[in-house]
T-cell receptor, first 118, second 115 residues
Framework: GAVVSQHPSRVICKSGTSVKIECRSL??????MFWYRQFPKQSLMLMAT?????????EQGVEKDKFLINHASLTLSTLTVTSAHPEDSSFYIC??????????????FGEGSRLTVL | AQSVTQPDIHITVSEGASLELRCNYS??????LFWYVQSPGQGLQLLLK??????LVQGIKGFEAEFKRSQSSFNLRKPSVHWSDAAEYFC?????????????FGQGTILTVHP
């Protein structure tokens, strides 16, 4: 089946630095991707919708200047956590909506990226 | 606003026993319903989904779910649980059209399987 890859899977950074997380659709094109955040022992919360070639759409309460999303190609969306602080530590998961090929219309999730801010 | 409730935070069953995980949703229109499974530190794997048609949906790994509109429920079932089914299970609701993919998840149910 279709694969969505996230990189890095784990990252540790110092407070105040910025961290970039990549979400790639490996064998299909995705004009739309989604970024979720999952706190320990909690559910996933949708942060934003990433649209190829246009600005991301953020959910209410999500700081767009804090969580920068770029969807520069049909297979790659990036989430940059700017000036990270310990409260940004979380598990970030992306999903990609297949817009072509045999899996058109299906939704696939990445493996997640665990961010720890010291 | 849409919401999903999974009343059971943690369920323990014996291997070979039957399983039912509860999910109740709140949604103004016809919902798109999903069940996902997550192993520790991993992403989500789709077990099954319901959009329309037959209200009993078959999924992977022997799972099934039944959509009951009158009860706003979409419970997940498996007749005989295997030790490898131990994981966390999430029920999710979404919309169709241009909002497809914007999912609201329940709190999750952790399944423990005893040998």
């Amino acid at each position: 089946g279709a694969v969505v890859s996230q990189h890095p899977s784990r990252v540790i950074c110092k407070s105040g630095t910025s961290v970039k997380i990549e979400c790639r659709s490996l064998d299909f094109q995705a004009t739309t991707m989604f970024w979720y955040r999952q706190f320990p022992k909690q559910s996933l919360m949708l942060m934003a919708t990433s649209n190829e070639g246009s600005k991301a759409t953020y959910e209410q309460g999500v700081e767009k200047d804090k969580f920068l999303i770029n969807h520069a190609s049909l297979t790659l969306s990036t989430l940059t956590v700017t000036s990270a602080h310990p409260e940004d530590s979380s598990f970030y998961i992306c999903s990609a909506f297949s817009s072509g090929g045999p899996d058109t219309g299906e939704l696939f999730f990445g493996e997640g990226s665990r961010l720890t801010v010291l | 606003a849409q919401s999903v409730t999974q009343p059971d935070i943690h369920i323990t069953v014996s291997e070979g026993a039957s399983l039912e995980l509860r999910c109740n949703y709140s949604y103004g229109a016809t919902p798109y319903l999903f069940w996902y499974v997550q192993s520790p530190g991993q992403g989500l794997q789709l077990l099954l989904k319901y959009f329309s048609g037959d209200t009993l949906v078959q999924g992977i790994k022997g799972f099934e779910a039944e959509f009951k509109r009158s009860q706003s429920s979409f419970n997940l079932r498996k007749p005989s649980v295997h030790w490898s089914d131990a994981a966390e299970y999430f029920c999710a609701v979404g919309a169709g059209g241009t909002s497809y993919g914007k999912l609201t998840f329940g709190q999750g149910t952790i399944l423990t399987v005893h040998p």
